[in-house]
């Protein structure tokens, strides 16, 4: 399998459209945190997590690193892997390479690892490019419990980056032409990006319709079934799992927590806390890369291999 | 032990027969000619053969190990020439075959030398270091018989080694092909649609229709069952009757008269036609028709032999 892996990333670092997502990222999400980090530079040494505002805060109109990520994140995993099958078929190398005695699942075990192992190394090296423009701009270094944070922000990115490979890979086996495979992932992209939200927010006024002197409990619920909605996706999982991570006050979510944070005094979590809060979010990530992976596993094994 | 040995393989795709009752024996050190049209199951038994494809029932052993079950016993001594071969484009030839080689779990080391050594063979060392997607059609194809005996297989399947190559070129890979098995005591089963250009290197052919083999030998064997074979004709008559039936039976070769109505069908061996002709006037009938001559065995291997 290594052969395999070896091979599939070394091609994937190597190619034009992963280094021209790779800066897309890098260029925008600098630009994102050198303005959080201006609006930040008043803060003096002790403020509390400053460096993990650095992904949060946004500043000069742009959204923030996180936001970019959530929303930009997807394309790079999607890039990697829509064509990752179809394409071997479509040049006619999966017979020739099948033909070697490697089981088949090494294969897209391979491919699939090699995907994720060259997405870690974006998102890692993205991340320390950041921190290190902190330093310069804010000029102390990063305290343990944002390292921690900072860390656990990475795995929960390159799960979540990893559910959009895998979807890649999903679609480079269902569909027989890449171009086919490359639209589909783009049209879910959209819809989780885009239309989920919309559509959140339609059931939400729909179900609990928010009309002049409603109470509080009809807010309650419109908010609470609009994250219901959101749940569905990826991209709001996400969301909601990196924020409980890198804003440690984060209590939790919709607006009950929101009221609550009136009256409680609010002090940062440990991380462990934190994780408890969002360990829903965190495990329907890892639930949905590994179903979309174990679907394309199946179906990729089951293949006839025809040579033409 | 024979090489292969495959015993009543068939093969369904949703219902439609790829291979329907096939049984197919290589001998060692023989290089056989797998011959049929395009769709005739070629491709099916060679994917059976290999693992790659698990056939619907049939028993099959390749160097002693059912594919079905040990693939990779099987993929390890046995190297495959797809029909449609392609390579990574962008990749040089020499980075094509190492990848195979360490798939292969050929060391390092080992790894290099043996792919300069087949680059060599096949007469691409000059070019090694080229993108593959700067090659013509035939040297992908030797580029290709480089890769499969990377990993200095005991038996090599090649699947239209010379379709779509020009006759110089497919004469050189023909005479490759011979020399896997003269130089290196490799077996060799190639598949093709092309009779007369590999009927010069086969030393056994099996002619493969409709998922069936329908002859087996030598390429004299073959000519034998065909001039042996039964062709049949339709005899019409003004007059028919008994004693005509008998001189029809008494012609040297006739294996059958049969009456169906005014017409009557004659099965020989042999091209009767102007004796049948003879013994109708002689039984003082009028002979209206004479049609027929359908050439069991023969149709089919007039169509390959004359490709």
Redesign the interface.
Known sequence: MS??F??ELADHLGSKRFVIFFFLILIVGGASTYLAAQALSGTQQGAEFIYLRLFTVSGGGLPSFLGFLAFFGPLIGVVLGFDAINSEFN?????????????RDWWINGKFLAGITALAIAVASIILIIVGLGLYILGFPPDGAEISRTAMFFVISVVYLGFWLSLGILFSIVFRQTATSALASIAVWLFFTLFLYMLAGLVADQVAPIKPGVGADVFAKHESIRDLVLRFSPVALYEEATTAILIPNYRGLGIAALLQEVTIPTSPLPLGQSLLIVWPQLVGLVALTSVCFAISYVIFMRR????? | MPVVEARGLKKY?DGVVAVDGLDLVVEEGEIYGLLGPNGAGK?TTI?IL?G??EPTAGEVRVLGYDPAREP??V??V???L????????DLSARENLL??A????IPEREARKRVTEVLELVGLADVADRRVGTFSRGMKQRL?IA?VLL?DPKFVIL?EPTSGIDPEGAVQILDMIVRLRDERGMTILLSSHLLHQVQRICDRMGIIHQGKLVAQGTLGELGAVVEAGEMSFEVRTSRVDEGLLEALRGIEGVTAVEREGDLIRVRASADVRPHIARAVIESGADLLELKGHTYTLEEIYLRYFQG
Do not use: C, H, M
């Open positions: 052969a395999v070896w091979k040049r006619g190398t999966v017979s020739r390479v099948l033909a070697q005695p490697i089981y006839e291999i025809r040579s033409t | 795709y491709t994917l290999l790659l494809t990779l016993k993929k390890r046995t190297g495959y797809p029909e449609n071969l392609g390579f990574y484009d990848y195979t360490y798939l292969n779990r290709g890769d990993k699947d």
